[in-house]
């Protein structure tokens, strides 16, 4: 079994930063891609930021310039740096992963959402 925790949400004024995180732990043998998504009320989710083994990053157009994905493959984590954050960046962020579990199979995980608002 794989897990995924999130954690760093929560209230940010509008033009503040938040730094997401996401620890990925259980068996794990490697890590493919790893991502944020998003979903706000009302919408489907819709992928934030990506980022592959292989160094290929991935960003939703209405996110470039303010965000950045990072991974540190050492210690099985992504981060989702947000700045200059607006209200219509408010929404449940997910953690994903695509990894290699130890006995061979490789699957698709999910974090349980953690949740961002951006407000006065």
């Known amino acids: 079994q794989v897990h995924l925790v999130e954690s760093g949400g929560g209230l940010v004024q509008p033009g503040g930063s938040l730094r997401l995180s996401c620890s990925a732990s259980?068996?794990?043998?490697?890590?493919?891609?790893l991502a944020w998504y998003r979903r706000a009320p009302g919408t489907q989710r819709e992928l934030v930021a990506s980022?592959?083994?292989?160094?290929?990053?991935n960003l939703a157009d209405s996110v470039k310039g303010r965000f950045t994905i990072s991974r540190d493959d050492a210690e099985n984590t992504v981060a989702l740096e947000m700045k200059g954050l607006k209200s219509e960046d408010t929404a449940v962020y997910y953690c994903?992963?695509?990894?290699?579990?130890?006995?061979?199979?490789?699957?698709?995980?999910w974090g349980q959402g953690t949740q961002v608002t951006v407000s006065s």
């Open positions: 994903y992963t695509y990894a290699q579990a130890t006995w061979g199979t490789w699957y698709e995980f």
């Open positions: 259980g068996s794990i043998l490697n890590i493919d891609r």
């Open positions: 980022l592959t083994s292989g160094g290929v990053t």
